[in-house]
Structure formats: structure tokens, C-alpha cells
């Protein structure tokens, strides 16, 4: 008799939530060393190309990133019961230390990265005006097998980044593997000043949810791994964009334009939220508070200017801003171009436009499509409340990702994730979609996954919005007939 009351005891303390997320956390840290174990076994012969040419090294990640995915909403259940934060953050802690000894696996940036202060240390050269290929004979370059069109491109980055780079890295850059290591510990702590953010934004607005949103972020595969594995300067963009809404939501409105400043100094995507920001901060403010608003926006352009002065050399200094913003995407079609494309044939619009040709013509009707829904969610929706707010940029960096970029990466969507977090009032299995989206994004071409994402997300809505509502519509009416 004792025996199957001690068999019902072990297994109600393993069913008990705090022992799955346990449980959950340790499979997600052997899935993490699994990388660490293909680098080793599948590439022996392959020791110099990030990312792996080798097929089954690909087939067996994308394996792996099959059974993350899996295990990360299986766990993102379990949060649901038992969101206890001091295990969430002792096991992101043990995810980031074993990523930040792997070389990263699926992205060549963080050789390039590591490059750019050496440019500055090393070569004494400014990167703002030297392009990648005066650089070929540089271990760093070889290793990184830059994208061709990147090559007589100088640097594309904000100074801030720069500086940063060389504050992390000007120690280690007599070894590839301390630079690479350098780097990435700078990933790491932007990741969890990021989780410190997102936990004090949620707390200081009262958010019931707070636990919930830090595991998320915490456990998410693709941040985790493209910050802290891949050393993407996203996640440092994303701290400062947070800590800006931060200062927001303390009103400390002074401080907000100018760390936005400072983020958009990392990575410039962040000069498309500043004027949604700026307007929301000028409907709330008092007359008085306005004035310091101004102050404000002369104190950010003081910083922007003070930041590009030491690398300052005419205006020859903007041109890798300028080859993000118009060069680069001029290369290729976005989704909207590729749904667009039929129409420029069938409607014979060579015959009007022949001096565009078909690639510019496409990318002049994406530009004209963003400007439109651009300024109309500027001047025509005004966000409520900080969450209305959070909603807004969401959708603002959907309409880039659909309508102007067309080399969508999946560590693009750690900023939109990192805000999406936030959002209280919309569900967080979006979150894991997304998730889910971003990681296929590295084995699939990107306008086929979007009319799959797009049908995921319409029925996802359809049956957890409208048929629901409609259900508890008839319920309604058979409790008020009874």
C-alpha cells in the first residue's frame, strides 16, 4: 500500500510547475550546447565559414531550432502558472554563458563588427570614409565573407556603436577569439539591462503580467540568440530605445528625445519612431513642461552633432547612412514590391516609365505606400496611453519591415519583439509566432513566409477573437431565452 502513495507523491512534486519550468529550463540549456557540439562535430572541415556551407551542419540547426521552438512554448505554458522570476533569471543567465562561448553560427556580422575598431585602433583610418574593401587582407574580413554589396560601403552604423565597439573590444583585438568574446559579453549585458527595462516598465505601470513578459523575452530563442550568440547590435538599439520609454513613463520628458537620439546613433531605425514619440509627449505636456520639450530637442541635436564630430569629414561622413537608407534597398524588391511586381507588366507600365525600369518604379510605389500609411498613423492616431503608444511603433516598424525593407533579417524583429513585450492588452503566443517567423526566415524565402505568417496571424485572430466572441454572443442569448 505505501508503494503507489509514494509513486503518486513523486509524481505530483514533478507535475508541480516550478519542477516542469525546471525541468524545461535544463532541456533548453542542452539544446544550446547541441550548438556548441555541431560546431565541433559537423564542421571540422569548415572551421572558416559563418554560416556553415555545409548542408547537413544546416539540417541538423534547423533541426535544433524545431525542437528550441518547441520547448520555449511548451515552457512559455508553464510561465502562465508559475512566472517565478528568480528561475527564469538563472536560467537565461546559464542560456547566455554557454551562447557567449560558442562562435556564432548563423550570422557573419560580428566579424565585421569587430573590424570597424580595429579600422580605428589599429589602422588609424575612419571608418566613415574607408570602405570594407580597403580592409580584404584582414583576418576579420576573410572570416566574415561580407555581403558584395557591402564592400565599398564605409561604415553604415551610428558613432555611438562605434565608440561602444571600441570601449568593448580595444583590449582584445590582438585575437580573434578574445574580439569575439569581448563583443559578445557587450551583447550579453545590453540583454539584461534590456530584461531589467522591460521589468521596470511593466512594474512602474502596474502590469499584472510583468513576470510573464520578462520570461518571454528572457527565454526567447531568437533574441538569446541572435544578441548574445550572433553579437547583433539590435539588442544594444533596443536598451536604449527601452530605457527612452522608461524616462517616459517616470516622466522624466527631458531625458526621453536624447537617449532616443543615442539609439537611433546605434542603429538609425529608431529616426522613424522619434517623431511618433515627440508628438505624444507634446499632447501631454502642460504648457510649462513644453518648453522644457524644446530644450529637449536642442539638447538631442547637440548630441548627435557632438557624436559625429571626431569622426566628422564633410559630408562624405553620412554616405553609409545613405547607402542603408536608398542604395541598399534599391537592390531588390520588399514583400510589397514582390505583390505589386505583376501589375507593372499586365498594366504596361514600361511604356510610361521606362526610364525608372521595373526596380525603380516598384521601389518608388513601396516609398509612396509607406509615406501614405506612414503619415497618416502619425497625424491621425493618437495613442491614449503608453500602451496605445507601444502599439503604434509596433505597427510603424511592421509597415518598414513590409513596404521599404527588402533584406529581412530575423534579428531585425528582436526591436519589434522587445516593445511587443510590453503590450499588455495584446496575447502573448504573438510573441512566439514571431518567434517562429524569424527563425524560418533563415531557410525560407521570405515573401512565401509571409502569406504563411499572414494566414497564421488571420486565424489566429479569426478563432481567438471573432469566433469566441460570437460563441459567448450565443451563450448570451440562450441564458436570456432561458
Keep these: 500500500m505505501m508503494k503507489p502513495k509514494f509513486i503518486r507523491s513523486v509524481f505530483d512534486k514533478l507535475v508541480q510547475p516550478s519542477s516542469r519550468l525546471f525541468l524545461w529550463g535544463l532541456v533548453l540549456a542542452v539544446l544550446y550546447f547541441s550548438f556548441y557540439l555541431v560546431k565541433i562535430v559537423l564542421l571540422k572541415n569548415d572551421q572558416n565559414n559563418y554560416p556553415p556551407n ?11 531550432v524545431v525542437v528550441l521552438l518547441i520547448v520555449y512554448y511548451w515552457s512559455s505554458r508553464v510561465f502562465l502558472e508559475y512566472p517565478k522570476l528568480k528561475l527564469i533569471l538563472f536560467f537565461s543567465a546559464v542560456f547566455s554563458v554557454i551562447l557567449l562561448f560558442i562562435q556564432p553560427f548563423c550570422s557573419a556580422d560580428l566579424f565585421h563588427y569587430i573590424l570597424y575598431p580595429k579600422i580605428v585602433l589599429v589602422y588609424h583610418h575612419n571608418p566613415y570614409i574607408t570602405p570594407l574593401i580597403d580592409y580584404s587582407g584582414d583576418i576579420l574580413f576573410r572570416l566574415g565573407s561580407p555581403i558584395k554589396m557591402w564592400l565599398n560601403s564605409p561604415l553604415v552604423y551610428g558613432p555611438v556603436w562605434l565608440l561602444l565597439s571600441i570601449v568593448f573590444t580595444f583590449w582584445s583585438l590582438s585575437s580573434v577569439g578574445l574580439a569575439l568574446f569581448s563583443f559578445k559579453l557587450m551583447a550579453t549585458i545590453f540583454f539584461f539591462g534590456c530584461l531589467l527595462l522591460v521589468y521596470k516598465i511593466l512594474d512602474h505601470i502596474g502590469s499584472r503580467n510583468k ?13 538569446l540568440i541572435e544578441s548574445v550568440n550572433n553579437g547583433h547590435n539590435d539588442i544594444v538599439m533596443l536598451f536604449f530605445l527601452l530605457l527612452a520609454f522608461f524616462c517616459l ?3 522624466k520628458y527631458f531625458w526621453v528625445l536624447p537617449i532616443i537620439i543615442l539609439s537611433i546613433l546605434i542603429k ?8 511618433f514619440i515627440f508628438l505624444y509627449l507634446w499632447r501631454r505636456c502642460q504648457r510649462d513642461q513644453k518648453r522644457i520639450l524644446i530644450w529637449s530637442v536642442f539638447f538631442s541635436l547637440s548630441l548627435f552633432v557632438l557624436f559625429y564630430l571626431p569622426f566628422w569629414h564633410g559630408w562624405s561622413t553620412l554616405h553609409g547612412a545613405i547607402f542603408m537608407s536608398v542604395e541598399y534597398n534599391l537592390k531588390g524588391l520588399s514583400i510589397l514590391g ?14 510610361f516609365f521606362s526610364g525608372l525600369g521595373p526596380l525603380g518604379f516598384i521601389s518608388l510605389i513601396c516609398r509612396l505606400v509607406f509615406a501614405y500609411f506612414y503619415f497618416y498613423l502619425l497625424f491621425k492616431v493618437r495613442p491614449n496611453n503608453i500602451n ?6 509596433c505597427w510603424v516598424v511592421g509597415l518598414v519591415f513590409l513596404t521599404i525593407t ?11 519583439l522587445g516593445l511587443m513585450v510590453l503590450v499588455d492588452s495584446w496575447p502573448k503566443r504573438w510573441f512566439i509566432l514571431i518567434n517562429l517567423f524569424a527563425f524560418l526566415i533563415y531557410f525560407f524565402f521570405v515573401f512565401e513566409l509571409f502569406f504563411v505568417f499572414c494566414l497564421f496571424f488571420v486565424l489566429d485572430l479569426y478563432f481567438n477573437w471573432f469566433l469566441i466572441k460570437e460563441i459567448r454572443r450565443i451563450k448570451n442569448v440562450i441564458l436570456v431565452k432561458k
Excluded at 54 to 64: C, I, M, P
Excluded at 338 to 351: N, V
Excluded at 407 to 416: A, E, H
Aim: glycine content about 2%; overall charge negative; hydrophobic content about 60%.
Design 249 to 251: 513613463v517616470k516622466e
Design 268 to 275: 538609425y531605425v529608431p529616426i522613424i519612431l522619434a517623431p
Design 211 to 223: 513576470n510573464l513578459a520578462v520570461a518571454l523575452f528572457a527565454w526567447s530563442p531568437l533574441i
Design 406 to 416: 527588402f533584406y529581412l533579417q530575423p534579428w531585425y524583429f528582436v526591436v519589434p
Design 388 to 393: 496605445d503608444l507601444l502599439k503604434l511603433c
Design 54 to 64: 555545409s548542408s547537413w551542419a544546416v539540417a541538423v540547426f534547423a533541426g535544433l
Design 338 to 351: 514582390y505583390i505589386i511586381q505583376p501589375f507593372y507588366e499586365w498594366l504596361k507600365m514600361d511604356l
